[in-house]
């Protein structure tokens, strides 16, 4: 299964715009976002994509934000959110507070966890977990990234949202 991952659209229309685009493309049969949305406005140019989402630290009204998930049929879980996808247990959380992203990652109970937060892309493998973070769509700290999963291989590659 390719799993596409993103986060910190801070309300980048045409970066979200050209993310979204590029996921349909690939035919990613989920979208994790890891959180700092910021505006509900935005959440509606992930139509037509499978969705899944947290809260980051800069979401602001997260009723509305609630609601146009909703709208668009798409599924926002709170702060934190655990699924299993072939076999591989992942976990997503935004990242605020690196102790709990750093705990998940050790804990040994996940095989992928996904954050977001410093806006820097890496993958990095603690023990037999693999931690991503695909960096920021709105790439305000660089460039404007997003990652992509593949569940059969493991493997994730970043692409940068203006070479797409």
Known sequence: MLIGICSDSHDHVENIKTASAYFKTQHVERLIHAGDYCSPFTI??????????????NDGDKYLLMKKFDEIGATIYGDFFSFTEDK??????????????????????????ISGHTHEPGVETIGDTI??????????????????FDTSNKEVKFKEIDQL
Do not use: Q
Not at 44 to 57: A, D, I, M, R, Y
Not at 93 to 111: A, N, P, Q, V, W
């Open 44 to 57: 509606p140019l992930f139509e037509g994509l499978p969705l899944h989402g947290v809260f980051g630290n």
């Open 88 to 113: 591989l247990k992942f976990a997503v959380y935004h990242g605020t507070y690196d102790e709990i992203t750093r705990s998940l990652e050790k804990s040994g109970m996940y095989d992928v966890v």
């Open 131 to 148: 931690s991503i973070n695909p960096g920021s769509v709105n790439g305000f700290s660089g460039d404007a990234m997003l990652a992509l």
